[in-house]
């Protein structure tokens, strides 16, 4: 059976991510949905990038654009005004992971995978995206900025007109739960803070959770 498997917001929590990994053991006929924001803030972004580019080999990998790839994006594109605000949102620790200050010093390889990055992933029952969207219109007509940066904590909002249930990260869940309201889920359980890295998978509803030392949960 080929598995659909959504993973949360890593933010350079590799440990977290090598433990889901070797839990979950992808298989070729597997698509896994990355819900993007793998950079900024945890220390070491630019092995997750590496273990994502690895990962396409492994099975199908389907990595969302996050606000914080976002944001990167634009600065190595020369937005040199957005520089010190995303420093402060987490860059700092993204470019020290690449060992340099300088955002022209992200290697090609990586900076081509961020591109590739969708806004939005839709299957028969299900649709990811990253932030939010709205209800009310189709998939394919939704604004970017509310798929990157919109948070349920702010707008929660009401069941997809499609039907399809919306699975979300962005929004970091405190209490390290999924927040499952039936017609959306959102996985993301702050790793880079105090909770787990959620791996979910849509149709069994087997959950993985690892912290970001990669600590898996339940076990010691
Ligand atoms: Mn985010």
Redesign the pocket.
């Known amino acids: 059976m080929s598995r659909t498997i959504a993973i949360g917001?890593i933010h350079g929590c590799l440990p977290a991510l090598d433990t889901l990994l070797a839990a979950i053991r992808p298989r070729p006929d597997d698509t896994i949905v990355a819900l993007?924001?793998y950079v900024d803030r945890g220390p070491r972004s630019r092995e997750v990038i590496e273990r994502l580019l690895e990962l396409r080999h492994q099975c199908r990998l389907i990595p969302l654009l996050?606000?914080?790839e976002e944001m990167m994006l634009q600065v190595i594109d020369g937005q040199s005004q957005l520089y010190v605000d995303w420093l402060l949102f987490g860059g700092e620790a993204t470019l020290q992971s690449y060992g340099t200050v300088r955002p022209e010093d992200v290697p090609s390889s990586h900076v081509d995978f961020l591109r590739n990055c969708r806004l939005l992933h839709e299957s028969q029952r299900y649709f990811y995206v990253?932030?939010g969207y709205l209800a009310d219109r189709p998939l394919d007509d939704q604004p970017r900025d509310v798929l990157?940066?919109d948070?349920i904590k702010k707008r929660l909002p009401g069941p997809h007109c499609s039907g399809k249930t919306a699975i979300v990260?962005?929004?970091s869940q405190h209490n390290g739960e999924i927040r499952d309201l039936g017609y959306l889920k959102c996985i993301?359980t702050w790793c880079y803070g105090v909770g787990w890295l959620t791996a979910l998978d849509v149709e069994s509803g087997q959950v993985w959770q690892a912290d970001k030392n990669g600590g898996m949960r339940g076990e010691g």
């Open positions: 917001d993007g924001d996050g606000n914080h990253h932030g990157l940066w948070s990260g962005h929004a993301d």
